[in-house]
């Protein structure tokens, strides 16, 4: 079963673009990454598909269900991280995090409780006075202590510092060997490489790319790494120049053979080639659009 499936969803706000036309799906049990640079679509696509904003264009299924049709149902298996989060001044963070499961109408106090010793989350303390990582701590509480089917997080790691980075990731492991399915919008490309299966890749509120994190990964361009005198001239299909000290580093997309034939006419010391590293390929989908690559 598909947990998400968007059909040319749009949201425009009056003449600005938000999200134009997109398509995408996810199967259920997916760690699924959603990447694009902040502005490239992604919030609004995750608030137009759950709902919290009204789409110009396209229809929406979660979990099988018809958004338009069925979203109070929706919502009721999903838990959701917005990338910003704020709650009501005053309270207590055991009060947010009560609040948050009365709305749901469950009895979350046990799994609140774990989730807050292993995220190091002093419930004593007023929203007010958190930080930026604490609120972000308490949003994760909410949106996992009721072990939604489906965890939809926008930026989740946001303020967190490297270990309870890790502690995080570790929880959403361990939720999706349990049959949660993980929808997880990032900047941070790392975050994808490590720990989804599968990802799109969002450019100006379109979708460039959408396949498993190994394919996205494969591309024919190459890292090139060159010691000596070089002038590549007219040379095509070369982007990301760095030049080095004695040196220079570029990314090649083209034909081996003439990158070889025209290296073979200068004063080169040594050369390697390597496979480039995601955020190198993301760039790749970036900067030339990328390649539409989606066979769900």
Not at 31 to 44: E, R, V
């Amino acid at each position: 079963m598909k947990v998400i499936e968007l059909k040319g969803l749009t949201k425009f706000y009056g003449k600005n673009r938000g999200i134009v036309d997109l398509d995408l799906s996810v199967e259920e049990g997916d760690f699924f990454g959603f990447i694009g640079p902040n502005g490239a679509g992604k919030s609004t696509t995750i608030r137009t598909m759950l709902g919290l904003i009204k789409a110009s264009g396209g229809s929406v299924r979660i979990l099988g269900k018809d958004m338009d049709k069925d979203k109070k149902a929706i919502l009721s298996e999903v838990g959701y991280l917005p990338s910003e989060t704020v709650f009501y001044s005053g309270m207590r963070v055991r009060e947010v995090i009560k609040l948050s499961a009365n709305l749901r109408k469950i009895n979350c106090k046990e799994e609140a409780g774990k989730l807050c010793e292993r995220l190091e989350l002093d419930t004593s303390r007023k929203v007010d006075e958190l930080s930026f990582g604490n609120r972000k701590k308490v949003g994760i509480v909410c949106a996992l202590q009721s072990n939604p089917r489906l965890c939809i997080l926008d930026e989740p790691t946001g303020g967190l510092d490297p270990l309870m980075q890790r502690e995080f990731f570790t929880i959403l492991k361990e939720r999706h060997a349990k049959g949660a399915s993980i929808f997880l919008s990032s900047h941070i490309l790392s975050e994808i490489q490590k720990n989804c299966s599968r990802a799109a890749i969002v450019r100006h509120g379109k979708m460039i790319a959408c396949d498993s994190v190994e394919a996205l990964a494969k591309t024919n361009a190459k890292r090139v790494y060159i010691q000596g005198e070089v002038d590549l001239g007219e040379m095509k299909n070369i982007r990301d120049v760095q030049h080095m000290d004695g040196g220079i580093s570029f990314l090649y997309s083209g034909d081996i053979n003439i990158l070889i034939q025209t290296l073979a006419k200068e004063k080169i010391k040594d050369l390697s080639m390597s496979e480039p590293d995601l955020d190198e390929i993301f760039m790749h989908y970036y900067l030339d659009g990328g390649k539409q690559n989606d066979n769900d």
